[in-house]
């Protein structure tokens, strides 16, 4: 028989009063846990500590007792307690409420039955706190103020671990329940309500009440839910462990025939920012299926699921069928011989809202042969009236759809070209509403075996009947009426829309071009982890010396080949960026690399020092614009490095200092550039501790703020930088170099 | 303040939609029904109560802005024993018009894709079968004496919103109604899923505003709650 999982969301205070509660939950039919986050602060009182820990030795073993650290926040305690919760369906308590009368089972079996739908219950508040056994509490009580209906709650695990949980933005405190309810709203999620007798949680005016949620108005946690139109939350950063998550979205893809390009398509899902996603590759009949499989394979994902269709059965059964392999939420469509930009699954989750159902965006198109693109822009807010204004769909592969709308509709079996086409104008007409998420979000390869290649008139006549069955209602006022309304709907600004080799030539195929990669995080940890660290010709470190924080960290990695852009994004790197050339003749041996390697070691140098030197100085005046705002009555004193210092060693003639900034950039050639902020309480200490350093190290330059205001500090710096930059080069002019 | 709007469009469908006004509610997905059928005599209850039967507990005690009850709708949903915590609050004006001695036909509004099927149904007038067809697969519309066949949402709307497709099909007849001079509904066909209670609450909705509902089951057999 199923079971439930309850979630006391905080702790009374009175542990008395909480042991008996707990007692009251615990003796529930159908409950098996009831898991009670402690804080650490709650559980340092002796008091509570003896009797709430002597009750849950003695008593049951049912209560499972979480400590929460100090770092974590209310919506990921939560998060993780639910994540962590033994049974399928949880209920949650954000108020210590009676709920005696509920009948679990009901509960269980509303839930079982629809998976994706939340159980509300009313809450009551009771006149008198005493009350017979058996009496029926409804008509002695009367309901509970709008700031206490969200007391209680039931929901499956895996749901709520699909809408993601409780946004663990910083701010979000106390009652959290509108920020999940509105999110299922949002996406069309039934709330059901049993029968009266066992669908109210009741308490009495002087209840005992969790002490995280005393005197808390929801209105701030439903200010932070309206603030934010999308559905899903914590899409990158989730504190939620990853083997406890479930996949929201499903990466549908059809192939055939194209064993040397799946392996490619597929890794641009894996190096997607938005990780938690299962891949399902339905071969199609390919007349080589092993080639495929092995190609598959040889990705090493535990992720992708590989269908196969004995003989071919049509590119719609094989969309069909990817959804029906699926139980995710959302299916991302993906073509085997494209590529995903990184951040193309993230944009397509959020771009989906009260108002947006399934989201679209533009792409660009590459040529397989030599590299060039061009993008495709495609006009906002896809629906029938488009249609019959330009006839244009929504590109294929840029689809985030909920995976119940394909169940419902279809892909038509039938068709066998422009399958999509027919199906985003049916599900318009069926009241889905489509979204533009206003970027490119993949490269298409164009190539003499594309499909739309080969078959372009078939194409075009399975477009023309969609449009035919768009407007086939319409009258011809109808129809002018529609295509006003059409030409209404303007084109997005899209980054990359007339420069795409720009923005999109790092995420090209490994043979059309050489690839630098510029990553944020914890660069050196991250190299090592994936084996290259050799690649790296680039940091920049902005690290506080006194708590270790690291504010910055930034490498640029040369020569990264499509595999590794994986690697890096397995290894926990979540911002990174691809700056590609195209280099048709790309296919460089290793000697001929070292040697244009060495070429940049002769005549490159100061070329490098360039570069490092203006990166160094662009961070230092971010950093200083921020102390000096969050330092306002301190003094900071700005220490340039000497290039020979690889690491500081003269930290000890500053150690009044409060503040200890460090800014380091490294470039290719073993090039780089150093500077200190130190913090001071007054001037006469920053005074002081550069006097006493500079009688051991006089040629480094320093400064102090604001004795000198950060712009001519930052002017000094640039200068110097001049100078060096003029002294290190040869003048055309014939008067000799400038000393 | 929520409204439920309701549109013959450009493009030629019906639409039947809720719209969160200015309200707070949230109204995700779905959140318009759509017949390919142009209609003229939809009175305002007519769309209450259909409305109540498409978009369901997004109603339930919304403060619903328009379209405007008749004086009586509420009192006769509750006399016909439509639960009182299902209720929207009503903006009431007017009586509704009395459609009682024209209405002398008879609905079937068979399961959606059907083809003809030979039922044992009585009543008033002459029998009108509708077969509603998915809108993934067609559009538009044949009207015969006898038969009305016509697109529809009906299928995801019912399979994203978890509402059973039998009480979008009442809802489909309950809009079409007036033009047909319908004065009684018949559901064949209705899944064992849908309990007793949920039919009572259909049949009561539907009294409400004078329309008779069968179901062609025994449906006082299914389980009592």
């Known amino acids: 028989m199923s079971q439930i999982s309850v979630i006391c969301t905080s702790q009374i205070e009175d542990p008395?009063?909480?042991?008996?509660?707990?007692?009251?939950?615990?003796?529930?039919?159908?409950?098996?846990?009831?898991?009670?986050?402690?804080?650490?602060e709650g559980i340092s009182d002796e008091e509570f500590s003896a009797i709430f820990f002597e009750y849950v030795e003695s008593a049951d073993p049912k209560i499972v007792p979480i400590v929460l650290s100090e770092k974590s926040s209310r919506p990921q305690s939560i998060n993780q307690a639910v994540a962590t919760a033994k049974n399928d369906v949880v209920l949650l308590l954000e108020n210590p409420v009676m709920v005696d009368w509920v009948d679990l089972r009901e509960v269980i079996e509303a839930i079982e039955d629809r998976p994706r739908a939340i159980v509300w219950f009313t809450h009551r508040v009771l006149n008198s706190p005493e009350y017979g056994p058996h009496e029926d509490l409804y008509f002695r009580s009367i309901p509970a103020p709008d700031s206490m209906s969200f007391s209680a709650y039931a929901v499956s695990r895996r749901y709520f671990l699909e809408l993601r949980g409780f946004d663990e933005e910083p701010s979000m405190k106390g009652i959290l329940g509108p920020d999940l309810l509105k999110r299922h709203e949002r996406r069309g999620g039934a709330l059901l309500r049993l029968k009266r007798q066992s669908g109210v949680v009741y308490s009495s005016v002087d209840s005992p009440k969790f002490s995280g949620s005393i005197n808390f108005n929801i209105g701030e946690v439903e200010k932070i839910v309206n603030s934010k139109a999308s559905i899903y939350r914590n899409l990158i950063n989730w504190s939620v462990p990853v083997e406890l998550r479930v996949p929201l979205i499903s990466v549908?893809?059809?192939?055939?025939?194209?064993?040397?390009?799946?392996?490619?398509?597929?890794?641009?899902?894996?190096?997607?920012?938005?990780?938690?996603f299962e891949i399902v590759v339905v071969d199609d009949g390919s007349e080589d299926a092993e080639a495929v499989q092995e190609a598959v394979y040889a990705l090493g994902d535990s992720r992708i699921k590989l269908l196969r269709n004995a003989e071919s059965r049509g590119v719609s059964h094989a969309?069909?069928?990817?959804?029906?392999?699926?139980?995710?939420?959302?299916?991302?469509?993906?073509?085997?011989?494209?590529?995903?930009?990184?951040?193309?699954?993230?944009?397509?989750?959020?771009?989906?809202?009260?108002?947006?159902?399934?989201?679209?965006?533009?792409?660009?198109?590459?040529?397989?042969?030599?590299?060039?693109?061009?993008?495709?822009?495609?006009r906002k807010d896809f629906d029938n009236a488009l249609v019959a204004f330009s006839g244009e769909g929504p590109g294929h592969s840029t689809w985030t759809i909920p995976t119940e709308i394909i169940k419902a509709l279809r892909y038509n079996e039938t068709l066998t070209s422009s399958v999509d086409h027919y199906f985003a104008t049916r599900a318009a007409a069926a009241g889905v509403k489509w979204g533009h998420v206003g970027k490119v979000v993949y490269l298409r390869r164009v190539h003499d075996f594309q499909l739309t290649?080969?078959?372009?008139?078939?194409?075009?006549?399975?477009?023309?009947?969609?449009?035919?069955?768009?407007?086939?209602?319409?009258?011809?006022?109808?129809?002018?009426?529609?295509?006003?309304?059409?030409?209404?709907?303007?084109?997005?600004?899209?980054?990359?829309?007339?420069?795409?080799?720009?923005?999109?030539?790092?995420?090209?195929?490994?043979?059309?071009?050489?690839?630098?990669?510029?990553?944020?995080?914890?660069?050196?940890?991250?190299?090592?982890?994936?084996?290259?660290?050799?690649?790296?010709?680039?940091?920049?470190?902005?690290?506080?010396?006194?708590?270790?924080?690291?504010?910055?960290?930034?490498?640029?990695?040369?020569?990264i080949t499509f595999d590794e852009l994986v690697k890096i994004r397995k290894s926990g790197i979540t911002r990174w960026k691809s700056v590609g050339t195209?280099?048709?003749?790309a296919e460089q041996t290793a000697e001929s690399a070292f040697l244009h390697d060495m070429a940049?070691?002769?005549?490159?140098?100061?070329?490098?020092?360039?570069?490092?030197?203006?990166?160094?100085?662009?961070?230092?005046?971010l950093i200083l614009a921020v102390l000096r705002r969050d330092y306002k009555n301190g003094y900071l004193a700005v220490v340039q490095h000497p290039e020979n210092v690889p690491e500081l060693g003269d930290l000890e003639y500053f150690s009044d200092a409060r503040l200890q900034r460090r800014l380091l950039v490294r470039g290719e050639l073993g090039v780089q550039v150093c500077y200190t902020v130190f913090g001071f309480e007054n001037y006469q200490a920053a005074v002081q501790a550069l006097n006493r350093r500079h009688g051991h190290k006089p040629t480094s330059p320093a400064a102090i703020f604001p004795a000198v205001d950060p712009e001519s500090l930052v002017k000094v710096l640039s200068d110097e930088r001049e100078k060096r930059l003029l002294k290190n080069s040869f003048d055309d002019s014939g008067l000799g170099r400038i000393s | 303040m929520t409204l439920l709007r309701i549109e013959n469009r450009a493009d030629g469908r019906l639409s039947v939609m809720l719209d969160k006004g200015q309200s707070a509610q949230v109204v995700g997905f779905p959140r318009e029904f759509n017949l390919d059928l142009a209609i003229q005599e939809l009175d305002s209850d007519s769309i209450i109560v259909a409305g109540l039967l498409i978009f369901g507990s997004k109603l339930w005690r919304q403060n619903l802005e328009a379209p405007i009850a008749s004086e009586t709708l509420s009192e006769r949903m509750f006399e016909a024993g439509y639960p009182a915590?299902?209720?929207?609050?009503?903006?009431?004006?007017?009586?509704?018009?009395?459609?009682?001695?024209?209405?002398?036909?008879?609905?079937?509004?068979?399961?959606?894709?059907?083809?003809?099927?030979?039922?044992?149904?009585?009543?008033?007038?002459?029998?009108?079968?509708?077969?509603?067809?998915?809108?993934?697969?067609?559009?538009?519309?044949?009207?015969?004496?006898?038969?009305?066949?016509?697109?529809?949402?009906?299928?995801?709307?019912?399979?994203?919103?978890?509402?059973?497709?039998?009480?979008?099909?009442?809802?489909?007849?309950?809009?079409?109604?007036?033009?047909?001079?319908?004065g009684k509904i018949s559901i064949p066909n209705v899944s064992p899923e849908v309990s007793r209670r949920d039919l009572l609450a259909m049949r009561a909705l539907s009294s409400s505003i004078g329309l008779v509902v069968d179901f062609d089951e025994n449906f006082w057999d299914r389980e009592a709650e």
């Not at chain 1, 549908?252 to 490619?264: M, N, Q």
């Not at chain 1, 771009?351 to 792409?363: H, P, V």
Request: aromatic share 8%.
């Open chain 1, 16 to 40: 008395s009063e909480y042991v008996t509660y707990l007692d009251s939950l615990v003796r529930l039919p159908s409950v098996t846990e009831v898991v009670v986050p402690l804080t650490a």
């Open chain 1, 252 to 276: 549908a893809i059809a192939t055939k025939d194209r064993a040397d390009l799946v392996g490619e398509s597929i890794s641009s899902v894996l190096y997607q920012s938005f990780q938690d």
């Open chain 1, 319 to 378: 969309r069909n069928r990817a959804a029906d392999a699926t139980n995710c939420l959302l299916t991302a469509v993906h073509d085997d011989d494209d590529i995903m930009l990184p951040r193309r699954l993230e944009w397509g989750i959020e771009a989906l809202s009260e108002t947006t159902d399934a989201s679209y965006g533009s792409w660009t198109n590459f040529d397989h042969y030599d590299g060039s693109m061009r993008t495709f822009i495609t």
């Open chain 1, 453 to 559: 290649s080969q078959d372009t008139a078939r194409q075009k006549s399975g477009h023309t009947l969609s449009k035919f069955g768009n407007t086939f209602l319409a009258s011809s006022t109808g129809l002018a009426a529609m295509r006003e309304e059409g030409g209404k709907h303007t084109y997005p600004a899209v980054k990359g829309a007339k420069d795409p080799s720009k923005e999109f030539s790092g995420y090209l195929p490994d043979h059309l071009v050489r690839r630098d990669v510029i990553i944020d995080g914890n660069v050196n940890n991250a190299l090592l982890k994936i084996g290259i660290p050799t690649k790296m010709v680039s940091l920049m470190e902005d690290r506080d010396l006194v708590t270790g924080i690291c504010y910055t960290e930034q490498g640029l990695l040369k020569d």
């Open chain 1, 582 to 585: 195209i280099d048709v003749k």
């Open chain 1, 600 to 621: 940049v070691v002769e005549g490159e140098i100061a070329t490098v020092w360039e570069k490092v030197s203006a990166q160094a100085v662009g961070r230092l005046q």
């Open chain 2, 85 to 182: 915590e299902w209720m929207p609050v009503l903006e009431r004006s007017g009586s509704a018009p009395d459609y009682s001695l024209s209405r002398q036909n008879t609905l079937v509004v068979l399961p959606i894709n059907s083809e003809r099927q030979e039922l044992d149904i009585s009543g008033p007038g002459r029998l009108i079968y509708a077969h509603p067809l998915d809108v993934a697969d067609w559009t538009g519309r044949v009207f015969g004496s006898s038969h009305l066949f016509f697109g529809t949402n009906l299928p995801l709307v019912a399979s994203a919103s978890g509402i059973n497709e039998a009480v979008l099909r009442l809802a489909t007849g309950v809009l079409i109604a007036n033009d047909l001079r319908i």
